[in-house]
């Protein structure tokens, strides 16, 4: 199965909470970029933390790839979730291929268990980044690191 980890775009710096915080243009721009890199790609489910700025940015790629179906909303995958916890949602899934829209810390330290099988080495993630992970079985230690992708602030 391949896993696509998608950080959401910069978002303002201030809201009436973290979860209300938008994305900036900047911020939409920086996520049409790393949509473009999903292009053509048989995405089965695309799957987003419940915050604002993660919903907006899986919108943006939705509309940018003509993605069809609804975007799953995570619970599980808000900044400061378990990443232990998120292996088992997303290990219960069939799909092939699945997009997860999400946040720092949670997004590096997910990355980092999947491959490494600890939290010790998380995967830098920047507003935007996409990294790419596949294997057989979703289990920690057990993907690898096919792609990163950080998008350049010119």
Sequence with gaps: MKLWLLRHGEAEPRAATDAARELTRHGRQDVLHS???LAGR???AILASPYVRAQ???ELVREALGFTGAIGIAPWATPDSDPRAAVEFLSERGEEEILLVTHNPFVGELAGLLIHGNRQEPVPMATASLAELDGELLVPGLLSLRSLHHV???
């Design 56 to 58: 907006q940015s899986a």
């Design 42 to 44: 048989p995405l089965g």
């Design 35 to 37: 949509a473009a890199r």
């Design 152 to 154: 350049r602030h010119h």
